[in-house]
């Protein structure tokens, strides 16, 4: 059992900047953050693979930085010139590297899910 713990989240106005954090009691290979806004479903904004390497949903590409620091056990996500359309409950998640078969903004990769953190933006 891996457990996820979120923090950073907040209100911010547009062109502001947040950063996301992550404690996991253990890493697994791959690491993601979704977010999801009432009435619509939970959406990959960010994914990292065991050899270090990112993909984002395009409407963050650019402003978002997802990392890990395997000495705090801790996955960030640093959130830049925000606009309104990032609001939502953000989740940090964690699952197995499939290889070939990796799809790192899909839910189906990841196993284990935080409670969330809450990202308000205002224009």
């Known amino acids: 059992q891996v457990q996820l713990v979120e923090s950073g989240g907040g209100s911010v106005q547009a062109g502001g900047s947040l950063r996301l954090s992550c404690v996991a009691s253990?890493?697994?290979?791959?690491m993601g953050w979704f977010r999801q806004v009432p009435g619509k479903e939970r959406e990959g904004v960010a994914g990292?693979?065991?050899?270090?390497?990112?993909t984002y949903t395009d409407s963050v590409k650019g402003r978002f930085t997802i990392s890990k620091d395997y000495a705090k056990n801790t996955l960030y996500l640093q959130m830049s010139s925000l606009k309104p359309e990032d609001t939502g409950l953000y989740y940090c998640?964690?699952?197995?590297?499939?290889?070939?078969?990796?799809?790192?903004?899909?839910?189906?990769?990841?196993?284990?899910w935080g409670q969330g953190t809450q990202v308000t933006v205002s224009s």
């Open positions: 998640a964690a699952g197995p590297y499939s290889g070939g078969r990796y799809v790192p903004l899909s839910e189906r990769t990841y196993t284990y």
């Open positions: 990292i693979d065991p050899f270090g390497r990112a």
């Open positions: 253990s890493f697994l290979a791959s």
